[in-house]
């Protein structure tokens, strides 16, 4: 039985290495370059970078008119 699971693993090892094997792999340094490219294009939407000057979720005081 022990040998039988151990085969199993073994074959279960071979699989996962040819589907890793198969996949196409980028440059680091390419990927990172369409990263930063992709972040300067969107900074100026960026609500993290830019604050937003109205924040929608504050709530709205009113002052008396009375006074």
């Given at each position: ?5 151990e085969?199993e ?8 290495l ?5 996949l ?22 960026d609500?993290?970078i ?13 002052l008396?008119?009375?006074i």
């Amino acid at each position: 039985m022990n040998r039988m699971v151990e085969l199993e693993n073994k074959r279960r090892e071979v699989y996962d290495l040819r589907i890793h094997y198969s996949l196409q792999r980028h440059k680091v340094s390419a990927s990172l370059k369409d990263l930063i490219d992709y972040c300067q294009q969107n900074t100026a939407s960026d609500p993290l970078i830019n604050r937003v000057k109205d924040n929608p979720f504050v709530e709205k005081k009113w002052l008396c008119e009375l006074i």
